[in-house]
């Protein structure tokens, strides 16, 4: 019955990395938890550059300042 | 005072639909537990399909496997 | 496939209330969207009335100075 | 180490003012909570005005009928 | 610099095994996305059973109806 | 109209501490964007150091090997 949530800069991960992360964290919850599969949902929410930042910093701005 | 998040995937809910959801979602917390519906507030996410897993697969792959 | 979370201050709803939350949030998305009810997952999310603001005040102050 | 989520309606944000926000939020849990900046997380989603609902209407139409 | 979050019903998950479900999903994001581990954030939320529904009803009743 | 979600370790924030918060983070929104503060909600949710994950380890394994 768990749901997972996933949120990663949109940097084109494709269809076939996201069918991973789904498989991976799906199979995570039933290899840690032994929850029952079939009901585990993951959301997977890709965010602009612009609007994630990190140490009070746009990902933006610090790929440009590397 | 309450807050709902609604995740569905994105199929072409109109926004007709999106206003009933809210609408409904609002007068449920008002019957249910007497809330004040003027400060309720509900967020609608609309996820790709590739983006939402469930029994670990993507509901992309579920529904070509229909 | 939806997934619904529903947030409120903790005020001691029941659980015959927060039944009744899942149920009628769950037939709201099959109702206006034709979703498959098995599939749907809800959330409630009961949060300290410190916790909660609303116009910059918490819950807790505003409650107070009514 | 504190993960901030604003969501706001879409409307045309620029990048300079999602880097004020970020910025803003970050400094804000240093000031209040002694928070070390670096690892702190900020993810703003922008939501379209008819996935935005208040008092049981969406934004969209709460706008139309100012 | 993904964010996680895993949300579970209340089940007596073990210190242990939460940290597991956290290194796990930190490497599943590594190993799919190629993304920095040093940022990831992870955040488990434990969830009552009566405040967790599917297909409509709690988790609570459903336990009790099996 | 903006929605402002919180999360932190569960470290003794004092009631004061979260008002900070709460009325810090609006007023951010309003400096930034002009949003109404009087439709702004926040929303801060506390996890256990358990709970909380950042390069992969738990906040709680963090700290002892600090």
Do not use: H
């Amino acid at each position: 019955m768990p749901y997972i949530n996933i949120k990663i800069t949109k940097d084109g991960a494709t269809p076939e990395q996201k069918a991973l992360l789904i498989k991976g964290a799906t199979q995570l919850l039933v290899d840690v938890l032994g929850k029952n599969p079939k009901t585990a949902v993951v959301v997977i929410d890709e965010v602009e550059t612009d609007n994630w930042g990190i140490g009070g910093q746009t990902v933006t701005s610090l790929r440009k300042n590397k």
